[in-house]
């Protein structure tokens, strides 16, 4: 009778310490996605191969100019192509995570014309089918003619399929030309209430970061098949846009990290 007590104590005891492992694994922060030195740690690069063609469109990695480590990301399209961006990895419906990413236009960027879109939460393929009230596909972040940074949040709404807000993320962005601009991202993406997004920004010669978006609600779908993924770069839309002919963007050092994760976790300018 003794050993048979001692038998249920010791596996109620196993079994407790199993759980308590896994939910500790489970809570751990953890980084699920980089691209900081190579190209090829992005899950995806996208540049039209059709609109255009490769001499219009191009991606390279570049040794200078850096905002960490020895290599950085330059981004190139002239007006007779369309995009040159990093696909990242594909999230999931209902989680959290934590965005850190580095972009900088250079110093001679032109802001006449035609937007540019510098970062997407892209969903594509979808079921909304290119319908969106923004226009582009997903959440998505422009520098404007204006030279302003927007970014565009699209989600389910209340009573309509698809709802657009606009925040101002930089209102002039031109004094930060040739500098690095530092982003920080913390969302839960889903199509439920209980959705937020915190958006923070810093100049290089910022003492901190400035929280630019302190959004709760809906930020997703929950008819997508999977969460947005991150992009960042150039995109352009059709080939034959107004303005310069041609546009750059460097970017660097992107990181996702999980729920568990903290805002040093994925900030650029923290010492990893």
């Not at 032109?110 to 970062?119: L, Y």
């Not at 993320?169 to 915190?198: C, E, Q, Y």
């Not at 958006?199 to 010669?205: A, E, M, P, T």
Request: aromatic share 14%.
């Amino acid at each position: 009778m003794m050993l048979n007590h001692f038998k249920m104590k010791l596996s109620f005891f196993i079994v407790v310490s199993l759980i308590l492992n896994i939910t500790h694994a489970f809570s751990q922060a953890k980084i699920l996605d980089f691209c900081t030195e190579d190209m090829n740690e992005a899950q995806g690069q996208e540049y039209a191969k059709s609109k255009g063609g490769p001499e219009n469109n191009k991606l390279t990695k570049v040794e200078y100019p850096v905002r960490a480590g020895k290599r950085a990301f330059k981004h190139w399209v002239n007006n007779k192509g369309e995009r040159a961006e990093l696909a990242m990895k594909r999230t999931e419906i209902g989680g959290t995570y934590w965005y850190g990413w580095s972009m900088m236009l250079p110093e001679d960027f032109d802001f006449s014309g035609s937007q540019t879109i510098v970062m997407q939460l892209a969903t594509w393929p979808s079921p909304r089918n290119g319908k969106f009230p923004c226009s582009a596909n997903g959440s998505y972040m422009i520098v404007d003619s204006e030279g302003r940074l927007v970014f565009f949040l699209q989600r389910q709404g209340e009573n309509e399929d698809a709802v657009c807000e606009k925040f101002i993320v930089m209102n002039n962005v031109s004094d930060a030309r040739g500098d690095w601009i530092d982003f920080v991202m913390h969302a839960k993406w889903t199509g439920d209430p209980d959705g937020f997004l915190k958006f923070w920004v810093k100049k290089k010669n910022d003492a901190k970061y400035f929280q630019k978006i302190d959004y709760k609600g809906r930020t997703f779908w929950n008819d997508e098949d999977k969460g947005p993924y991150f992009k960042m770069g150039l995109y352009m839309g059709d080939p034959g846009w107004k303005g310069p002919p041609e546009r750059t963007v460097y970017t660097d050092e992107y990181r996702m990290g999980n729920a568990a994760c903290d805002f040093d976790d994925v900030d650029p300018g923290a010492k990893k």
